[in-house]
């Protein structure tokens, strides 16, 4: 039992650290990337290549002084970035960061938890973070927070619903919630049998779910609730210090945690092909898996940054048209073929 | 109807195809542009490391020159001064006096020179009036400062030191070494 727990600590820490340190340097991957889309080099000061440029920030944010506006409500200002990270990092509790590690005759799974409801959770965990800047935004007591906070939750919510939709679809295929047991189903090459990942079988779905996780992430080109050109900051106009820096550590851990639920649910997750075919040893699969894992994580969260600087923000009108007229209509038709193409295949 | 000025345009404003109306087409071709710039050769000249190399023409900071054997060309014409677009250049004439040959090439000479460097706007027009050849814009920069009397240059900074001559062959450019052929022209002689 001790053992047990001992392990499970360990990996609770391993993941907690892995997040944190997944958005410490996807800031600087950000601006590089920034940099090279524009020609430009990008940080290169700090550390060769500029690699301690996210520590040096980390400790700029902490030495700056910290403003709590003298009209803002000061409990509430407090809370709304502590529920921003928090509710960010508790998304990773669910996802299968690895396969299994036998060491010493026990098998230890390299995930916190697998719950049989874990896309439910993540789905709950996440719309909760949208309370941060709703509260950040609304303790501000400014009226660009307060804007930047209603188009958050306007945005949030509109794109929650096509999102949940979307992944309608792909829980009919696999007939399970638990996000190991859809990395399993993707599992490639096993005795012969071909088995693609869910992106073969669901490219609408996840079209449809790559964009809400743009607006669930509040990325460009759904970054309304930020929009630096209009409102300022939005919903952290006001906020200094390491707070501020809560708020958009939270952001990118958001987007860390969505490219892995992307690539958990539509690209087989630790899952690599031809990985029962190639004879190695089930920790030597697990290892590589959790690599191949990390190397789709990168690729979305670089695929983020990517059209990030590539795109320009939608208006507000059309983000909301775009969220009720096209994609929630679209994610139904996508359940809707979905239903109809598993009868007339028999896989029911 | 016709505009006051007929210059208005009449603005085409069609409805979007179905492809333009869902956008992955274009976001496709955007995305795919910026990848391309994403392995471009970089502009940025990472300034302490790297310098850029000046053409051989800068004009930067001025410098008052000596004649071969150490003694500064200016007279304190002051043609320099007219000549400047943005009057940033000021002095005083003195005589010179018995003994002093060494210092100065002719009876005048230039006791206090100053530029301003914060109204010198480099146009090298006082390198063009100088007749006795003795301010050249050279490739050195005009370094910063935090207050602005530090851009008022004087001769200590200006004149040349006679053991580090500054190099101003560059901006001799072939329509000047042309000019100084011509020896009946009163500048050559």
């Keep these: 039992m001790t053992s047990f727990f001992i392990y499970k600590a360990i990996l609770v820490v391993a993941v907690f650290g892995l997040m944190l340190m997944a958005a410490m340097y996807s800031t ?15 940080p290169n000061r700090a550390g060769p290549f500029g690699i301690l440029q996210p520590l040096a920030d980390g400790i700029k944010m902490f030495m700056k002084e910290e403003i709590i506006p003298e009209v803002a409500n000061k409990t509430l200002f407090i809370i709304g970035p502590c529920i921003a990270m928090l509710t960010a990092i508790m998304a990773g509790v669910v996802i299968p960061w690895g396969g299994e590690l036998v060491i010493g005759g026990v098998p230890y799974v390299l995930q916190i938890i ?59 295929m696999t007939g399970t919630l638990s996000l190991r047991e859809i990395v399993a189903f993707q599992e490639g090459g096993t005795g012969g049998a071909w088995n693609f ?15 809400c996780s743009f607006a669930e992430c509040n990325r460009t080109p759904f970054d309304l609730p930020e929009s630096e050109t209009e409102l300022v900051g939005g919903y952290h106009t006001e906020y200094s210090s390491m707070k501020l820096g809560f708020y958009l550590f939270a952001e990118y851990i958001n987007m860390f945690v969505s490219s ?32 191949t894992f990390f190397i789709k994580i990168g690729f979305f969260v670089f695929f983020y940054m990517w059209v990030r600087w590539t795109l320009p923000r939608f208006r507000y009108d059309q983000l909301m048209y775009l969220g009720w007229r096209v994609l929630i209509p679209l994610a139904i038709a996508n359940v809707a073929i979905t239903g109809l193409v598993m009868i007339l295949t028999d896989r029911i | ?82 000549a400047c677009p943005a009057e940033a250049i000021t002095m005083t004439a003195a005589e010179r006096k018995p003994g ?3 210092l100065y090439r002719e009876e005048k000479y230039a006791a206090t020179y100053e530029i301003n460097m914060l109204r010198c706007i480099f146009c090298g027009l006082c390198e063009e009036a100088c007749p006795k050849e003795a301010i050249f814009l050279t490739d050195r920069l005009v370094s910063t400062d935090y207050a602005r009397d530090g851009f008022i240059y004087g001769k200590d900074k200006l004149v040349e030191p006679v053991d580090k001559r500054v190099d101003v062959s560059k901006r001799q450019t072939p329509n000047v070494l042309e000019f100084k052929k011509v020896k009946h022209y009163r500048h050559n002689r």
Aim: glycine fraction near 10%.
């Design chain 1, 260 to 291: 892995a639920v992307i690539s958990t649910l539509y690209f087989g997750g630790t899952n690599f092909p031809f990985m029962n075919d190639l004879g190695l040893s089930q920790n030597a699969i697990t290892i590589l898996g959790t690599l």
């Design chain 1, 197 to 211: 990942w869910n992106v073969v079988y669901q490219p609408l779905g996840f079209l449809l779910f790559i964009v």
């Design chain 2, 100 to 102: 002093e040959e060494k």
């Design chain 1, 28 to 42: 600087y991957l950000e601006r590089k990337v920034a940099a090279f889309i524009q020609d430009r080099v990008g």
């Design chain 2, 1 to 82: 109807m016709k505009s006051l000025t007929g210059r208005a345009k009449v603005l085409d404003n069609p409805k979007m195809s179905f492809l333009e109306r869902i956008y992955l087409p274009a976001i496709i071709g955007g995305i795919t542009i910026t990848l391309r710039h994403l392995f471009r050769r970089k502009a940025t000249i990472r300034y302490p490391e790297q310098k850029r190399t000046f053409s051989p023409v800068w004009r930067g900071m001025h410098v008052l020159k000596r004649d071969d054997n150490g003694a500064e060309r200016c007279t304190a014409c002051g043609l320099c001064a007219v």
């Design chain 1, 114 to 172: 697998d719950l049989d409801f874990g896309l439910l959770y993540i789905f709950g965990v996440v719309s909760l973070g949208v309370y941060g800047i709703m509260i950040g935004g609304w303790a501000s007591n400014n009226k660009f927070s307060l804007l930047g906070a209603i188009r958050a939750s306007a945005q949030m919510i509109s794109y929650e619903i096509a999102m949940g939709l979307s992944i309608i679809a792909l829980i009919m």
